[in-house]
């Protein structure tokens, strides 16, 4: 398993993620031996978020219910979770309160003293950064929250963020897989005419955005087709990906979906995966493709075939 260093922080971390959002159901054995499978791949990150689960903070209890961490357990994962959105009104809210009540409900959840990373979720419109900037700080000093980031922001929200909050952004999760790749789309077929997926939104960028400010970018739904339309892997609508997909399987003797998420390491910006699988012979996988070599021309065939345009 490859690992990667968080900049800024000393948090050293694999480049693929356990995520959680679905646990709320799993019983105990089904979380532990998920959990327990990841961490023989080498995964020992695990990404929670308040709003996962059928209740706030569904999927950080059941985490905590069923793992039952000692102190020196705990130490050995590095937790993240997210605040920010608001199910039942005012759908986002990145006010002081806010981010203090839900980091405690999330600390309480998780039976633990810290967390390791917080990300401001989707984006709060009337976000004032100043009470963002304030609870970071109370958050830090209270030893609660060891390093902050955000998810699926872009350039200019980071920036104003940045200017007032004094700690690092150092992860912006952000969805991404082969199908599912604007954010590097644009860029291959930048100033394109006609090309839908060579517009340029708020200054545009964000992967060399996140290389150029040391910012790792978390790649979320790594097998989704598209936005929650279903994966991509074995889908007959992507009968000429999948072909390719395959053939590079048997080639480097792995399964398909570790390709898949090679597409995703192979990038320079050193991107960490984050799997939402709960079968854990997926997770298992998933994670072969940690530090698979794709060559430059293996990745790209997975680009354009993906429907990507490649001048």
């Known amino acids: 398993m490859k690992r990667i260093t968080l900049k800024g922080t000393d948090i050293e971390a694999p480049n693929v993620v356990l995520g959680v959002m679905r646990i709320q159901d799993k019983t105990d054995d089904e979380v532990r031996e998920l959990v327990n499978t990841a961490r023989d791949a080498g995964i020992d990150f695990i990404d929670h978020a308040d709003v996962y689960g059928s209740d706030l903070h569904g999927c950080e209890t059941r985490f905590a219910e069923a793992m039952q961490l000692s102190p020196s357990e705990r130490s050995e994962f590095t937790l993240q979770t997210k605040c920010g959105i608001v199910p039942d009104r005012p ?68 920036d104003l963020l940045s200017r007032f909050v004094t700690q690092p952004i150092v992860a912006n999760q952000l969805q991404l897989s082969i199908t599912h790749a604007p954010i590097i789309a644009q860029g291959v077929s930048a100033n394109m005419v006609d090309e839908a997926q060579s517009v340029t939104l708020d200054g545009g960028g964000i992967v060399d955005y996140c290389r150029l400010n040391d910012i790792t970018v978390q790649a979320w739904s790594p097998f989704q087709a598209a936005f929650f339309t279903g994966v991509f892997l074995d889908n007959p609508q992507y009968a000429e990906l999948n072909a390719v997909i395959d053939r590079l399987a048997a080639s480097y003797d792995v399964p398909a979906i570790a390709v898949a998420t090679a597409w995703i390491t192979r990038h320079p910006a050193n991107m960490q995966v984050v799997l939402g699988t709960t079968t854990p012979e997926r997770v298992a996988a998933a994670a072969l493709g940690s530090d698979l070599p794709l060559t430059r021309a293996e990745w790209y065939e997975l680009f354009r075939t993906a429907g990507h345009i490649v001048p």
Not at 109 to 117: H, V
Not at 124 to 135: G, I, Q, S
């Open 91 to 158: 759908y986002f809210d990145f006010s002081h309160d806010h981010i203090i009540a839900s980091v405690e409900g999330s600390l309480k959840a998780l039976e633990t003293d810290y967390i390791d990373i917080l990300l401001l979720h989707r984006p709060d419109a009337l976000v004032e950064p100043e009470e963002v900037a304030r609870a970071f700080d109370e958050l830090e000093a209270a030893g609660k929250v060891r390093a902050f980031g955000v998810s699926n922001h872009t350039p200019r929200q980071i």
